[in-house]
């Protein structure tokens, strides 16, 4: 009995557990994800974010629950959001080099569901999916190798490269749950006759040049591709947490799921989804690949290299150890040059630090930089390019920069690298905290779906509502929509002349766009023009239309000011292969940009009482 127990704990750790190399590799990769995120959205922080931009708090809090709690709403101004994504976007920086870790984690998860909750018009399933893998991560150490902190920690990081806790078996479900139920979702008959990706690539306003030019050409690929989402979204996940999973059935789940990703991103325009998720399926790669790289890089150099620094500058020892951990080389030695006759010499005939290669060799300045890279099993990849003679000089040039100014450099390190004691693992509350939300994890998913009971969810929503973890993961379910179309906003000038409000240089036109998913600015621009559509959210046409009022009026000179304008959706369903679409034109709103006064006043409250839906459409700013 006691045997099949260890047997089964040990089949637990090799489903449930991650690599500590691999979470190294999902930090930076989310990093990496959310700096770019955020440098996308800090040029559009008064527009989104902002009173002046198109949606103002008042109306915010008037329409959304007490649930949606967002730092964003203490101000007001643009300056203000756009210091808080300016605050996301360091936490990023901090998080991809591991420091201070689990603050940069905390930070990054109250900010970003502070930034969802602001503008609920822009949410796409990418952003619910940061959201989620925040949350777990705030129960991992993310920082327990290659990072600052464990370069700097006075106490060791884990010994064992393997983590199991109830962290890593959420993450790992978290992941796998975006996959599993969604292809529970899509039980429409599209994903089993083969049409789905035809439909996708018919919806012009997602599908990108690449899809539209390429894929739309091979109908049996597209058919291939349907059936191959469906059964990789269904079956990835369950192979992946069988008890007969090995670690190259899972290496070839995730492969299989990165594939998917990649297509998405080449194929389709929907924001930074695919790159979360690729980002999020790293966890899934086992520690044997860092063990592979291991013994592949010792066969290569037996001797690990040796880093001798000057003994008298605290900041040359931190700078070694910080290239140790992040150049990944765990067998290297660092050592005072003082301490060998060889080393001191070179150092004190040079005024370089001196490393001893494999092959006993002695390289200083800039070129022992190259000969640690080379060195490297994970940017030894670099040491070709770095080793060319042309930068050799400038590289040395640098080196000498920062060699004259140590002292300069040594204070502030101490003050922003200083060593410290680094708690990696969590605390005993954590474990229990995080294990409840496994299990409420398990049964949220299975409410989200039509069959099951969906008791669980009224009494858990309260709190994955508070979390922003309230996830349903419906893409594309039951089947791709049939509705496309584009948008076009006819306004008239003071002048009489006639304009296209969102293409103000471009003559209006009402023909389709040769490239339909190239004519957003982004997708988050996109994502809220067409939320728009949707009935819940045709209170927000007032603030968006009042938006473009003072956009375009801002600085427009006397005579090209905007008097008003429509907002029309050429709406098009897509039909079955072989026939052709029809186009309608819908006026979605109607506005009036000149001030009101008492008389607007008096004629906007007759209208409402005689046809309220008309007057609401026609409100002037």
Known sequence: MKFVSARWRARG?????????TLALFRVALASVLAVLMLNRLPWAGAFYSDWGVLP?????????????????????????GLLILAMLAASVALWFGYRTRLAVGVLFVLFISLINRNPLLLI?????????????LFLPLGARWSVDAALSTTPPPALNRHVSPASAGLILQVLSVYFFSAIMKNGADWFDGTAVYYTMELERYASPLGRGVLREFPGIMAALSHYVWFLELLGPVLALSPWATRHLRF???????????GFALFMEIGHFPYVSLSSLTILLGGWFWDWRARANEARFPNGPKIFYDEDCGF????????????????ASIAPAQSTQRAKALLEANYSWVIIDAEDRAHLKWRGFVALLRESPVFGWLWPLLRAPILEKPGNVVYDWVGRNRGAFGKITAALLPERAVRFEGGGVGRWISGLFVVMLVGWNLGTIDSFNRTVLMFETPIFRLLRIDQIWNMFAPYPSRLDGWLVYPGKLEDGTAVDVLKPNQPLSWDRPPQLSQVYENIAWHTYRWRLLDRQFHGHFLYYAKYLCREWNWNAPVGKRLLSFEMNYLQELTPPPGQSAEVERKVAWIHDCRPRDVEDEKRERRERKQDPVKAERSRPV
């Not at 750790?13 to 190399?21: E, H, S």
């Not at 809090?61 to 007490?66: E, I, K, L, N, V």
């Open 316 to 331: 040359c020892l931190k700078s070694c150890r910080l290239l140790q951990t992040f150049l990944v080389l765990p067998r």
């Open 252 to 262: 070839l789940v995730m492969l299989g799921l990165m594939a998917m990703h990649t």
């Open 125 to 137: 399933g990418g952003d619910i999916l940061v959201a989620c893998v925040l949350f777990w991560s």
């Open 57 to 81: 708090r008042a109306y915010l809090m008037q329409t959304d629950g007490w649930s949606r709690i967002s730092l964003f709403l203490v101000n007001g101004e643009a300056w203000f959001a």
């Open 13 to 21: 750790a090799l489903l449930f557990g991650i690599d500590l190399r």
